[in-house]
């Protein structure tokens, strides 16, 4: 099989016509099957590689599962499904960007600029916007999802593992 047979073996995929902008070129073809993927791999091995950094043992993770392991597994999971996404993909009908993906993106932006204040008020504020912008309109929902659960968080690995959190305006007040 040539590889522009592979690019082309989607069961859905029709040819470019002539003034048909729907389906994708060769080019858009190749770097959704290929390109992203890659760059998706490549993000996975320096992750893999991050993850084998880690200092300090917790106790109570001294006798199971290292602190390297589930990130490990989740990155081995996000590599295996890109393979198989990238070899068993049907290249289709490209779809436009809405205003809430391009939302997300500048939540997300906004939370890694939080973050380097407070890790978990970048993680309230990020969940909060995210959670208004893709429709919840409950208060009570809202404040679970901003206020309640990054809480539940914080002392669940506080607490129970025994993972410090990198310092900050909220994470100094119980710290201290």
């Known amino acids: 099989m040539s590889l522009e047979d592979f690019l082309t073996s989607s069961a859905d ?13 060769r080019r858009e073809q190749l770097v959704a099957r290929f390109v992203v993927p890659l760059l ?16 300090r043992v917790p106790p109570i993770l001294k006798r199971g599962i290292q602190p390297s392991d589930f990130p490990q597994l989740v990155i081995g999971l996000i590599g295996f499904l890109t393979i198989w996404l990238a070899l068993t993909q049907k290249v289709g009908k490209l779809e436009v960007l809405t205003s809430t993906v391009w939302g997300t993106l500048l939540a997300l ?13 970048g993680l309230g504020l990020f969940a909060f916007t995210l959670a208004l912008m893709w429709g919840e309109r409950r208060l ?6 901003g206020l309640i659960i990054p809480v539940a968080v914080f002392f669940l690995f506080d607490g129970i593992f025994e993972v410090r959190f990198p ?6 007040l119980w710290y201290q």
């Open 109 to 121: 932006i906004g939370f890694l600029l939080v973050a380097e204040i407070d890790l978990f008020l």
């Open 40 to 55: 998706i791999l490549l993000f996975c091995v320096g992750a893999y590689y991050l993850s084998t950094q880690f200092d």
């Open 13 to 25: 995929f029709e040819p470019r016509e002539e003034g048909a902008a729907d389906f994708p070129s």
């Open 167 to 172: 310092r900050g305006p909220l994470t100094n």
């Open 140 to 145: 009570w929902a809202l404040v679970l999802v």
